[in-house]
């Protein structure tokens, strides 16, 4: 059968869709390039042990990736809004600001650079 799978970038998203064993062999490496410092192989043979052995994807550790690690360096971003049902209750639309402070999430205006929202 076919199996779908989506890999997000910071600039858009991508949907793939390919027989059952190659969309494995896809996202095992994906998952080795994006997760290298785990060990060569190492997060594809988790993912695809993890699925025989409990039919679920293990968390793979992220913060050996250096663009997890990098809060203090680079701790703000450029977001884009999905349009949602929550986002139209908010009156979020278009491009902001994210900022990751330590403790919280801040959400900014890029014009104004004011606070909109924060989330601990």
Not at 34 to 56: K, L, Q, W
């Amino acid at each position: 059968g076919t199996a779908v799978f989506r890999l997000e970038t910071s600039d858009r998203s991508y949907l793939f869709a390919a027989e059952k064993q190659e969309s494995e062999e896809w996202v095992a490496k994906l998952c080795e390039i994006a997760f290298s410092g785990n060990g060569p192989g190492d997060a594809g043979v988790a993912a695809r042990r993890g699925r025989e052995d409990t039919g679920e994807v293990p968390a793979l550790e992220m913060a050996v990736n250096s663009i997890y690690c990098s809060r203090d360096e680079v701790n703000a971003f450029w977001v884009t809004v999905q349009r949602t049902e929550a986002a139209e209750r908010c009156e979020l639309r278009g491009t902001y600001v994210l900022k990751a402070e330590r403790d919280s999430l801040v959400l900014k205006d890029p014009r104004t650079n004011e606070v909109l929202y924060v989330w601990p």
